[in-house]
């Protein structure tokens, strides 16, 4: 009986075309003479552009070309880069078993051909599974050439463009067959309508690339970006394979393995070059001016934080990231974090259910509470607070501004608040005089969340100072009630919905994937008894925060 083995992501091109079309050529995926291996594009065709990255100039270099991961570390090695792996347990911090799913991502550096490769411009992914035919059962890599298997991610900065080119390798019956999928501002196309689509009847989602349904700023991204990068291999807390011994061939990857802390440094330094990329800011400043603000208003992409201690921790307390509570961008700098007993955090897991079960295996004696780190939740991603940062370096807007806009519904910092419908009434295209039109818009809009903005862009009082103090006397309301544990309770309710929003999002409705990655990924405790709490209505009602630190369930928009 064939293993079950949870793949990363389904094929959706067409695999059996791939096969035909090569089966033209000497061998598989290989092309014989000096013009280097064939590179796919998304209609199964050679791809006949012209790329300036590494990856396109290393693959159309004559020789063998790479068919699978191992090929192509070997060949990058040979060109005299340096491999950086990461690891992830995909199905969350001490679950290897029986799967064995873990991902690695590296980063690639070094000098190629007088051109220097800096962290951020280079990185690819690859898989690997459990292998119990072989005792013992082994860790090895996921590399089946199998007609449509995906062996390899990849992403690399092109010099030319001056943003990231995205990269497959699918298998292809003997081997593995390179695609060229897309670049950063075909994945911007793709997502011209995210939150912007008036017409339910058109769908929101470009169909270019599938990268789009993930990496919705064109570039890396990493959820767990900030300590403690739960889930992610750091040299303080190695995740444990469960006596998976590891294959020869993987364990040089595995010699190499760097703290998730540096992996997520070059993640950030990959946003960041995007972001200050001119030709990137130019080829944005052409999409409409919605678009180019979207950021400020809607989520693109999430982010995951936790506590910094993991459960099994000595820590009495529990430390929830203040994202969880307002956007950190309205917190005065030295603010406290909210800190909570672990006992009541406890006691409300143990009401809801909680247990950390890997939905393919159903429970399991062995399952914890929680997962590794307590509090997990959706905050801001890193990537939408750079691209308004960029925004506000490029003079579009100022940072009174931007704190004006994040002022609206502030206690919910994140998805399914008010704020995020006032982008429609963004004047779609840039003129000298947008904001005075966007003034009049928000002043002839009756919706309460276009008042308040009105009122937080004109009223004198309403300054910056005024706003992150709205947001201190938040959280010092907040930390006043949590000795209570009725209260804590209702705040890790509110935690479930939070992430229940992420996976109910319009982030979550790409056909092509979504950024929790439900049948690939573990994230989240599974809470078994939460019925007892649910709001009739769902998510068209929902669990909130008041000005005054209060959970209650209400109407969407209040
Ligand atoms: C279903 C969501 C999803 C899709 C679709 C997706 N990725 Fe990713 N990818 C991720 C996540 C998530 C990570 C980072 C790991 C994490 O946070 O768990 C990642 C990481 C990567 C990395 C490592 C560098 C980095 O950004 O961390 C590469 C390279 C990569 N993806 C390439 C691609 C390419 C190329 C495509 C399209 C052909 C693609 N991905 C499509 C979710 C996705």
């Known amino acids: 009986m064939k293993h079950h083995i949870v793949t990363k992501h389904i094929c959706y091109f067409g695999v059996f075309a791939v096969t035909l079309w090569l089966a033209g050529l000497t061998t598989t995926g290989r092309a014989a003479g000096n013009e280097g291996c064939v ?38 090695e040979k060109r005299g880069l340096t491999l950086h792996p990461s690891f992830v347990g995909n199905r969350g911090y001490d679950n290897p078993l029986p799967e ?32 119990p035919a072989r005792k013992p059962t082994t860790l090895s890599a996921q590399q089946e050439p199998d007609p449509g298997n995906l062996m390899i991610e ?85 995740l444990p394979l469960g006596g998976l011994k590891v ?33 990137y800011r130019k080829a944005r400043s052409k999409l409409t001016l919605q678009e180019q603000l979207r950021p400020l208003f809607c989520e693109m992409e999430v982010n995951i934080d936790s506590d910094l201690e993991p459960l099994t921790g000595s820590g009495e307390e529990v430390q929830v990231p203040v994202g969880f509570f307002v956007d950190p961008r309205l917190v005065p700098q030295g603010a406290p974090t909210i800190k909570i007993s672990k006992k009541l955090y406890m006691s409300a897991l143990t009401s809801f259910g909680s247990s950390f079960t890997d939905k ?10 929680d997962a590794d780190h307590p509090w997990l939740t959706p905050v801001k991603a890193y990537s939408d607070t750079q691209a308004v940062d960029a925004l506000v370096k490029q003079g579009l807007i100022d940072q009174a501004f931007v704190v004006a806009v994040l002022a609206v519904d502030m206690t919910r910092p994140m998805l399914f608040n008010s704020r995020s419908d006032l982008l429609l009434l963004v004047p779609q295209q840039f003129t ?42 938040l959280l010092e309301k907040v930390q006043a009630q949590v000795a209570n544990q009725d209260y804590v309770t209702s705040l890790v309710r509110l935690l479930v919905q939070r992430r229940g929003e992420v996976f109910a999002s319009v982030l979550s409705q790409d056909p ?47």
């Open 432 to 473: 000298p005089d947008w904001k005075d039109k966007f003034i009049e818009n928000l002043r002839a809009s009756k919706s309460p969340a276009a008042q308040e903005l009105l009122k937080n862009l004109t009223s004198p009082e309403r300054t910056v100072a005024f706003q992150q103090k709205q947001a201190q006397t």
């Open 360 to 369: 393919d295996q159903g429970p399991r004696p062995t399952d914890p509470v």
């Open 154 to 238: 990849l992403i690399v900065w092109d010099s030319k463009k001056g943003w990231y080119n995205f990269y497959e390798m699918r298998g292809a019956g003997k081997a593995g067959v390179w695609y060229y999928r897309g670049d950063s501002m075909d994945i911007a196309n793709d997502l011209a309508k995210l939150h912007r689509n008036t017409n339910p009847t058109q769908p929101v989602f470009g169909q270019t690339l599938r990268c789009s349904a993930c990496h919705m700023h064109g570039g890396p991204i990493m959820k767990e970006l900030s300590l403690p990068n739960n889930s992610w291999w750091r040299k303080d807390r190695p």
């Open 512 to 558: 092509l994937g979504q950024i929790f990655e439900p049948e690939f990924r573990v994230i989240f405790p599974n809470m078994s008894q939460l019925s007892k709490y649910l709001y009739p209505s769902g998510l068209s009602a929902q669990f909130w925060l008041t000005p005054d630190g209060k959970v209650e369930t209400g109407e969407h928009n209040p």
């Open 247 to 279: 294959a020869p061939d993987i364990q040089p990857i595995f010699d190499k393995i760097v703290d998730a802390g540096d992996f997520s440094q070059w993640i950030k330094t990959g946003v960041d070059k995007l972001q200050a990329s001119p030709s």
């Open 39 to 76: 590179i796919l594009g998304n209609d199964d065709k050679p791809f006949t552009g012209q790329n300036h990255d590494p990856l396109f100039q290393i693959l159309k270099s004559p020789g063998k070309c790479p068919g699978n991961v191992f090929d192509l570390r070997a060949l990058l």
């Open 100 to 131: 064995g799913s873990f991902s690695f991502f590296e980063g690639v550096t070094g000098t190629l051909d007088g051109g220097k490769l800096a962290f951020g411009d280079f990185f690819f992914g690859h898989f690997t599974e459990a292998t």
